[in-house]
Nanobody, 127 residues
Framework: QVQLVESGGGSVQTGGSLRLSCAAS????????MAWFRQAPGKEREAVAG????????YYTDAVKGRFTISYDSAKVTLYLQMNSLKPEDTAIYYC????????????????????RGQGTQVTVSS
């Protein structure tokens, strides 16, 4: 069974940085497409960043462009999200997803387009 395990979340002040990791394991665990989503209390899950792992083709939601960087280490089979200049509105549970069920890149930002999702890691940014 495929497993995605996130780590690296925590509490920081405004302007701080965090680096999230997502380790994949299980059968057929090397994915062509992966992404990060987040969900804040009382809000719907939203896309943060997506990546075509073999070519490092990346996409970002407007709210994080210039501050977040998604990357993938094929040797470690691990997805990363470097988050800089964090803001209180970045506070959410961050989820790693893999196994795109629809067309790239048109569908990457839809939560329902992904087959696998990790358990999430909490990021809290205080002002």
């Amino acid at each position: 069974q495929v497993q995605l395990v996130e780590s690296g979340g925590g509490s920081v002040q405004t302007g701080g940085s965090l680096r999230l990791s997502c380790a994949a394991s299980g059968p057929n665990y090397k994915f062509t497409y992966m992404a990060w989503f987040r969900q804040a209390p009382g809000k719907e899950r939203e896309a943060v960043a997506g990546i075509l792992t073999s070519f490092d083709e990346t996409y970002y939601t407007d709210a994080v462009k210039g501050r977040f960087t998604i990357s993938y280490d094929s040797a470690k089979v691990t997805l990363y999200l470097q988050m800089n200049s964090l803001k209180p509105e970045d506070t959410a549970i961050y989820y790693c997803t893999a196994g795109l069920l629809d067309t790239w890149p048109r569908s990457w930002s839809r939560p329902s387009a992904w087959d696998y999702r990790g358990q999430g890691t909490q990021v809290t940014v205080s002002s």
